[in-house]
């Protein structure tokens, strides 16, 4: 297989990437720098720090060139950044030299590649946002539809008290909207412009080097940090942090709905399943079984950008090349994860007859905690716990069902205790408000 199964045409469909992937090439990369250094000398020609016709010619120039990544590999090998070899190669090309020596003027390599950068992660935020959107949507449909279809919930994998299908959806939905609410915030805490020169004191970029960050930052469209962040690698941990929010509460969707296409579960089907090369029976949950490794893969990585963002001196080439090699898988595998969930997100289909029998099985102690409640009123409260515990074990050790067992003791109980549609709570509450609120963004 492949290096990377985000450049894998064999595995292309079981991790698409969708719009995000071309954010993370090398011709995306080169793009990205390029427009950062015609902004730059924008900037610096109207403010009279190089000659604003050379800032004109290399401004235009950076829209209609383009530098092929493998002419400058052996340079990005040699000098172990990609900038000098890009510079040089883009001189070259523009076939004006009284105007290209005034290309990267006072810049160094971090602050184009850093800068670079932030507007990629800038539009693969706004790609997921949009993800988030829509699965948000989706899931508030289903989740004001069986907002009322009571299922067993079920912690530390047995069976708790009912729920209902729709409160397990806005389970699902509830972080992402939080998620989607923290995105601005996100932003402006995040997608700063670099510009501090070779060592962060911007020496080389003159008396109106504070006055160029911030146009540069205005030019486009990202946030002026006032300093330098070379070693500060706080806004990627925190667009990480975010990331990991989101594949946190995809991980939890995948995780559950992996439990509820089990054989022995069958309380939901997926639609378009896998199949099995031997096993004609079987459907696999293919998505959410991607959507789990590509969290797997991620709490991985996860841990090497903490590692990368700890740098020596004033800058630190082996921590900056580790979060290179991070940051794209990273982001990646959210923009996978999501592309699976939003093709789910609307697709899950309950087995109604499947969740009543959950709810009949293991006689009926999945009422327990209420039977426990309703006894609370014809007794004290730790006589009722100790009558509803002695009533639970009695009817396993009979094999007799806890409803039989506690109307024959307790004819006086209300005979709703025993009733799933009565025993959810707050579930279809909410499933109601997360359908509203998804319904609101």
Same mark, same amino acid.
């Given at each position: 297989m492949a290096a990377s199964v985000f450049d894998s045409p064999l595995y292309a469909q079981l991790f698409p990437t969708g719009e995000a992937g071309r954010l993370f090439s090398d011709t995306a990369a080169i793009r990205a720098m390029l427009l950062? %250094? !015609? &902004?730059? /000398? +924008? #900037? @610096?020609g109207n403010l009279g720090v190089i000659p604003e016709v050379s800032a004109a010619a290399?401004?235009? /120039?950076?829209? %209609?060139? @383009? #530098?092929?990544? !493998? &002419?400058? /590999?052996a340079a990005t090998g040699e000098n172990g950044v990609s900038v000098p070899g890009l510079v040089a190669a883009f001189r070259d090309e523009? +076939? /004006?030299?009284e105007h290209a020596q005034f290309v990267h003027w006072g810049a160094t390599s971090q602050d184009i590649i850093d800068t670079g950068l932030m507007l990629r992660l800038r539009q693969a935020l706004l790609l997921a946002e949009k993800d988030l959107r829509d699965i948000i949507a989706a899931l508030g449909n289903e989740a004001r539809a069986h907002a009322h279809l009571p299922m067993v919930a079920r912690t530390y994998g047995q069976q708790a008290t009912p729920t209902s299908w729709g409160a397990v959806l806005a389970q699902f939905g509830m972080p992402l909207i939080d998620a989607l609410a923290a995105l601005e915030p996100l932003r402006a805490s995040t997608l700063w412009v670099s510009l501090s020169g070779a060592a962060g004191t911007s020496s080389a970029l003159g008396p109106s080097s504070s006055e160029t960050r911030a146009a540069l930052a205005d030019a486009l469209g990202l946030i002026d940090p006032k300093r330098s962040w070379h070693t500060d690698r706080t806004p990627v941990l925190r667009i990480a942090d975010w990331q990991g929010q989101v594949m946190a509460a995809l991980g939890h969707m995948a995780q559950t709905l992996i439990g509820l296409t089990a054989t022995e579960t069958a309380e939901i089907t997926l639609g378009a399943s896998g199949a099995s090369?031997?096993?004609? @029976?079987k459907q696999n949950p293919v998505r959410p079984s991607a959507m789990l490794a590509l969290v797997h893969q991620f709490t991985g990585l996860r841990s090497t950008l903490q590692t990368a963002a700890v740098h020596q001196h004033q800058r630190d080439g082996a921590a900056w090349f580790a979060e290179w090699m991070a940051v794209p898988q990273m982001t990646l595998a959210l923009a996978a994860s999501l592309q699976h969930a939003r093709a789910l997100a609307g697709g899950i289909t309950p087995q109604p007859v499947q969740m009543h029998a959950a709810l009949e099985s293991n006689l009926g102690l999945i009422h327990a905690e209420r039977l426990s409640f309703a006894l609370a009123d014809l007794m004290p409260r730790p006589d009722a716990q100790a009558t509803s515990k002695a009533l639970c074990l009695e009817a396993r050790a009979k094999q007799t069902p806890l409803k039989s067992l506690a109307m024959s003791d307790y004819p006086a109980l209300p005979e709703d205790t025993f009733d799933p549609a009565s025993g959810m709570g707050q579930a279809p509450a909410l499933a109601l408000a997360f359908a509203d609120a998804a319904e609101a963004l």
């Open positions: 950062v %250094e !015609g &902004a730059l /000398a +924008k #900037v @610096q290399i401004h235009r /120039a950076t829209m %209609e060139i @383009q #530098v092929d990544p !493998g &002419a400058i /590999a523009m +076939k /004006a030299p090369s031997t096993m004609p @029976q």
